[in-house]
């Protein structure tokens, strides 16, 4: 079945420094890729998303490109704020859609300090 | 807009007991899902719904019945309570019928324990 692996932290950084948060999937065909953040206290929000191969989702200062070749949707941000601490899942949605909604990875706890 | 909407947002359960998790969008979307999230799991989904009076299993479904009466609403109810079910509950929803077109909409969660 479709999976989604990704770092799961938590990661703590200085403010202003770059971020890399790995993210690798498993699926078929070409799913949509997804990074939902959640603020404590918070529902998840999407952060961004690519929908094909190439693709790169942009929010907020992050970014991330859909690579068909290594299965990868790695999340980065050039300069990050105190303000960016959260928890970030991975996500892909099946190939042709599917009703059965999101698969998430296990979320990676980002720490922010100044 | 108040979007999805989740009570109760804190629940504590006896082993055993019943109860009901409400959850209702005003954004007239079909599809429904529930998550549960439990440390170093991610979202694991329970059950879902493609629109008024259609339901499916998911990952978890083990525990929990649902039913869609209306588009707005989808309730998540816990038969007999255990404490493997104590756990952070998400409801989520979707305005098309394909989860991969766009983005799903988030409920601020209901945070279960029981005893």
């Known amino acids: 079945g479709d999976s989604v692996t990704q770092m799961e932290g938590p990661v703590t950084l200085s403010e202003e420094a770059f971020l890399t948060i790995n993210c690798t999937y498993t699926?078929?065909?070409?799913?949509?890729l997804f990074w939902y953040v959640q603020y404590p206290g918070e529902g998840l929000q999407l952060l961004l998303k690519?929908?094909?191969?190439?693709d790169k989702g942009s929010n907020k200062g992050f970014e991330a490109t859909y690579r068909k070749e290594t299965t990868s949707f790695h999340l980065e941000k050039g300069s990050v704020q105190v303000s960016d601490s959260a928890v970030y899942f991975c996500?892909?949605?099946?190939?042709?859609?599917?009703?059965?909604?999101?698969?998430f990875g296990k979320g990676t706890h980002l720490i922010i300090q100044p | 807009n108040a979007g999805v909407t989740q009570t109760p947002k804190f629940q504590v359960l006896k082993t055993g007991q019943s109860m009901t998790l409400q959850c209702a969008q005003d954004?007239?979307?079909?599809?429904m899902s529930w998550y549960r999230q439990d440390p170093g799991m991610g979202l694991r989904l329970i059950h879902y719904?493609?629109?008024?009076?259609?339901?499916d299993q998911g990952e978890v479904p083990n525990g929990y019945n649902v039913s869609r009466s209306t588009t707005e609403d989808f309730p998540l109810r816990l038969l007999s309570a255990a404490p493997s079910q104590t756990s952070v509950y998400f409801c989520?929803?979707?305005?098309?019928?394909?989860?991969?077109?766009?983005?799903?909409?988030f409920g601020q969660g209901t945070r279960l324990t029981v005893v």
């Open positions: 989520a929803s979707s305005p098309e019928g394909v989860w991969g077109s766009t983005e799903a909409f």
């Open positions: 996500a892909l949605a099946r190939a042709g859609g599917g009703a059965d909604g999101l698969t």
């Open positions: 719904s493609v629109g008024a009076g259609i339901t």
């Open positions: 690519a929908t094909k191969a190439d």
């Open positions: 699926a078929t065909g070409y799913p949509s």
């Open positions: 954004m007239n979307h079909e599809y």
